[in-house]
């Protein structure tokens, strides 16, 4: 009798690791899993389908071609080919698993109302093909269903929820392990697109010049500008944050926001830093509480699976918006006649990215200057930065408009005068966002309107003409967006602050 073993080995079956927003190979978690069990085939997948999430915005589109090009080159240093697909995943990752063989798909987890779904359904259907499937915590430090309130239910408040997250948050962040020695697979049978298809980088017009000059997307820019923010950023950070002419804060976001780095990697970095240097204490915590409303907002998302489209307050989804194009427009193009304002849409259109602060007082500005709904200066964002998150977006916008929760309240409206003039007391910023308005003297850059009419001789500025009039009057614009709030309080005694 033949012993069962007798003949050739079979070929070692493959497991597919499939890239989502984890375009990275350090500490990911099921590139890890894939790696421990031999060799590795990759796969990442423009999804494709009416359900399948939203379009990504232009600015979001650059990004990826350029991380996803990185992420070839990384994984080809291991000998591993990134096979690109586009389409339904429900059908390609099935499929895809078939024709490699593979014994194991492995993926890390994303936390939207439309994913969840999709994700779920892939999952059965290879369960049922008898492929092992390994999906993982990587996007966050804590899932959305660990941490809860004393009673059992989902927080609501940050500050609470940051108070019993951080020691989950440490526990998990130290868990950040190399990965093992990586081994292809043959991915013979499959053959993949080729990015230049996609059409992902704008062509006419071309703007993205201003996102190559201040981006570099993929693992290695990642691992840079977390290095410069800890060694030269990370003191001072707590005040520094909010002087938005300064490069105080780590330009993180889209690199975490695609998963070039782990948030536990940054995490496990400034506290590191924060034992090497008590000095560092105080500035560190601000930093760390910074990733937790990352934390909080993703639990948001998935605990309420409208919140990324709907007012999160109920009583805010009858607030008497405008619709003013015209209004959305100038807000869009930084022609409001509020320089910090202006400054901040520049700054944004030039580089994909703005400063918190800023993003703060020119989202407050369109909803409530000019009463225009949350959700088309979301919109805008989306299309606008590279940082575009879901969770994140809808949570600053919420937040800023009052409707979230933890948010400001409605009625607490942001003078931008007065906000520029504290958090830009020099005029840096301005200057260098509106340089039509840069030989204004400090005490009229952020108030141009009220300079006298030799001061703007002198300073080559015509209002109107080289530099616009305030769309909308503060004081009227405050006023119109108390009324439309005391209407909204007529007909809804329910949570409005
Ligand atoms: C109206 C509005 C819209 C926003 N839209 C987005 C968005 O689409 N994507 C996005 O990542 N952030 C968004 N934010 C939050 C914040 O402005 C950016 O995360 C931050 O400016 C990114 O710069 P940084 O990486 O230098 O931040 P740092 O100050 O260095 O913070 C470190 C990291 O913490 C996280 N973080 C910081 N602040 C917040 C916050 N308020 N909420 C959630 N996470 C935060 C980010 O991942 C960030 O990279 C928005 C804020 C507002 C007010």
């Not at 927080?155 to 526990?171: E, G, I, L, Y």
């Not at 693992?219 to 490069?247: C, M, T």
């Not at 030799?454 to 909308?472: C, K, M």
């Amino acid at each position: 009798m033949q012993p069962a073993h007798s003949g050739p080995n079979p070929p070692a079956r493959p497991s597919l690791v499939w890239f989502r927003e984890d375009l990275r190979i350090d500490d990911h978690p099921a590139l890890a899993a894939a790696a421990q069990a031999g060799q590795v085939c990759a796969v990442y997948i423009l999804e494709e389908g009416a359900d399948l999430g939203r379009p990504l915005g232009g600015a979001l589109k650059w990004w990826l071609h350029h991380s996803l090009t990185s992420l070839q080159a990384n994984l080809a240093e291991h000998g591993i080919e990134l096979i690109l697909l586009r389409g339904d995943t429900r059908q390609l990752i099935p499929t895809l698993a078939k024709s490699l063989g593979a014994e194991s798909v492995h993926w890390n987890r994303r936390y939207y109302a439309w994913s969840r779904p999709v994700d779920a359904a892939i999952k059965a259907d290879l369960t049922g093909m008898g492929v092992q499937v390994g999906t993982h915590k990587a996007y966050v430090l804590t899932e959305p269903w660990e941490i809860k309130t004393g009673s059992g239910g989902n927080f609501k408040v940050f500050t609470p929820f940051f108070r019993a997250a951080q020691s989950s948050c440490d526990a998990w962040a130290e868990l950040a392990a190399p990965t093992p020695p990586l081994t292809g697979c043959s991915g013979a049978a499959v053959s993949s697109e080729k990015l230049e298809d996609w059409d992902l980088l704008p062509i006419a017009p071309d703007w993205s010049g201003g996102l190559s000059q201040t981006w570099q997307p993929g693992e290695v820019g990642a691992h840079k500008r977390l290095k410069r923010f800890i060694d030269k950023a990370l003191l001072g950070y707590g005040d520094g944050r909010n002087i938005p002419s300064k490069p105080a804060t780590s330009f993180l976001s889209p690199h975490l926001h695609f998963g070039e780095i782990s948030i536990r990697r940054v995490w496990n970095a400034a506290r590191a830093a924060m034992r090497a240097n008590p000095a560092l204490q105080a500035d560190g915590q601000v930093f760390l509480s910074e990733l937790g409303w990352r934390e909080f907002s993703t639990q948001l998302i998935y605990h309420y699976e409208d919140f990324p489209q709907e007012s999160w307050k109920e009583a805010f989804r009858s607030f008497p918006w405008k619709n003013d194009s015209s209004a959305l427009r100038a807000w869009q193009r930084g022609q409001t006649g509020y320089p910090i304002v202006d400054a901040g849409m520049r700054q944004l259109w030039k580089t994909g990215w703005m400063h918190n602060r800023v993003r703060m007082i020119v989202a407050s500005f369109l909803v409530k200057h000019l009463l225009q709904d949350w959700r088309a200066g979301e919109a805008w964002f989306w299309d606008t930065l590279v940082d575009a998150d879901v969770a994140n977006n809808a949570a600053g916008w919420q937040w800023v408009a009052g409707c979230g929760a933890d948010a400001a309240p409605y009625f607490r409206i942001f003078n931008p005068m007065s906000q520029g003039e504290k958090f830009d007391p020099d005029g840096n910023y301005v200057r260098t966002w509106v340089p039509e308005l840069a030989k204004l003297p400090n005490k009229y850059l952020h108030r141009p309107f009220e300079a006298p009419t030799e001061i703007l001789r002198l300073s080559g500025v015509h209002l109107g003409r080289t530099y616009p009039l305030p769309i909308v009057n503060h004081e009227k614009g405050r006023k119109q967006a108390l009324d439309a709030l005391a209407s909204l309080k007529q007909t809804h005694s329910g949570d409005l602050v």
